[in-house]
Each structure stands twice: as C-alpha cells, then as structure tokens.
C-alpha cells in the first residue's frame, strides 16, 4: 500500500477520536454528579454540532497532514529507487553494472547453496571489437555495445541476471541453471550476435562473441567470486583457441 493512501487513512482514523477526547473533557470539567449513560446522552443533546464540528475538522486536518506526509514519502522512496536503479544500472545497455553484478550474484549465491539447486554463470567478450572504435569511432562502438545488449536481453531466459562486466565484456548470472540449460544459452546468444550486420562505408564489418560458462552445484565448495573466475578462464581460452565460440568448465556434483 502507498504511504499516501496509509498516512490519509490513519489521520482520517485519529480525527475520529477527536470527540471522544472532547466528552472526556467535559466528563472531568466541573458536572453534576450523573451516571455515565445520562451524561453521555445529555452531552450528545446539548453539544451534538460541536462534536459535529470538531469531528470534521479533526478528521479533515489530521486526513489532510496524513495525504501530505504521505505523498512527501512517497515521492522520496521513489527518488532513493530511482537514484538505487542509477547506481546499479549501466547508461549506455540499460543492463545491470559491475555493482549490481555483485550484489545480485551475492544473493543468487545464497539461494543456490540453501535450495541445492545448480547455478551457472556466463562471461562474455565481443571478439576485436578495438576495430570498431578504431575504424568507425567510439559512438559506433557504443552502438555495436548497444545492439549485442539487446541480443544479451532477447537471449536469456527469464529471471536470468545481465550485466556489462565492464568495455566490451558482459556477463550473465543464470539462477537454476544446469549445464545443458547454460550451453544452450550461451549457444543462442552467440548465433544472434553473428546475424548482427554492421556497415562502415559500404564496408561490412562481421561481428562475434566469444564464450566462458561454469555450473555450480550447492556442494562444489566454492564462492561466487570463484565462479566469476572459472567463468574468465574459459572465456580466455575460447578467445585462445580461435574464438566465435563458448568454453564450458564444469564443476561437477560431488558424490558422497
């Protein structure tokens, strides 16, 4: 529920209150000495347009200061969310950054160690992608970073995690995820790029990604920030042996 609509609600509820508070003022003001039910009778008979009046303008500031308390509220939660998604998101692709990496594959990590379900990661590099910046300029290259985003986005399956690593290199947080489940994503992400056509002067200029997976399973022992590495060093030998490819280093399920 919006703060707004609470803290309007709750000063509704306290204006309420307000002539209660106004016949318990008069219950220990100087009275004739009368049962309570008499007395409550004869207040309501004597003074109903002041309780009247009290209880709207009771119930209308406290509404009143409760709608604006609210809305201020409202507006700073949805500023610190928005300054929050800045943070963590990189401008140029709209996926996630190196710190919205962390955080989330921090969290990720947790779920896969407790549910014993597996995890996989993918790194990825966009194969001499220097010569885009060197021959068409850098805001060509962001276009190129651009479009492979959007291949990244189209690619992974739903509740996956993308994220810019940082330059040219992406990666991929992929929650219960086995080993066959991470090749054909990877697989799907590396044919899309290859369909990409880029153009400079009339010249076309081919495009490829190269690929490093891993898989954990809940008893491999290892942190996350190890999987980022296996994830690297596959990557650099799918770039060591010719690229255009993914590499998967597979840490399998340990058996008692």
């Known amino acids: 529920m919006k703060k707004i609509l609470l803290y309007t609600l709750i000063g509704l509820a306290l204006g309420l209150w307000a002539p209660l508070v106004a016949i318990l003022l008069l219950w220990y003001s100087p ?29 209308g500031f406290f ?16 500023k610190n969310r928005l300054l929050n998604k800045e943070v963590l ?16 594959f921090k969290i990720e990590f947790r779920k896969h160690r407790t549910s014993h379900e597996p995890i996989s990661c993918l790194m990825m590099d966009l194969d001499h992608f220097k010569r885009f910046n060197d021959t068409c300029g850098h805001p060509y290259g962001d276009y190129v970073l651009e479009n492979f985003a959007t291949v990244v986005k189209k690619c992974v399956r739903m509740g996956d995690l993308a994220a810019r690593y ?11 995820c086995d080993k066959e489940e991470v090749w054909a994503v990877g697989e799907r992400i590396r044919k899309e790029t290859k369909k990409l056509v880029f153009t400079h002067r009339h010249k076309r200029m081919p495009l490829t990604v190269s690929l490093g997976a891993v898989t954990s399973y809940s008893d491999s022992g290892l942190n ?8 690297d060093r596959a990557l650099y030998d799918a770039k060591r042996k010719g690229r255009n490819q993914l590499i998967q280093a597979i840490l399998r399920k340990m058996t008692p």
């Open 224 to 231: 996350y920030r190890k999987l980022i590495a296996l994830a």
């Open 166 to 176: 940082g330059g040219e290199e992406f990666f991929v947080i992929l929650p219960h």
């Open 63 to 78: 509404s009143f200061f409760g709608f604006f308390l609210g809305r201020r509220t409202d507006a700073m939660a949805l």
């Open 89 to 104: 998101t990189d401008p140029l692709t709209g996926l996630g950054n190196q710190r919205f990496l962390h955080q989330k």
């Open 31 to 59: 009275h004739a000495i009368q049962e309570i039910p008499e007395f409550l009778a004869q207040s309501i008979r004597n003074h109903w347009f002041y309780f009247l009046f009290i209880l709207s303008a009771a119930s």
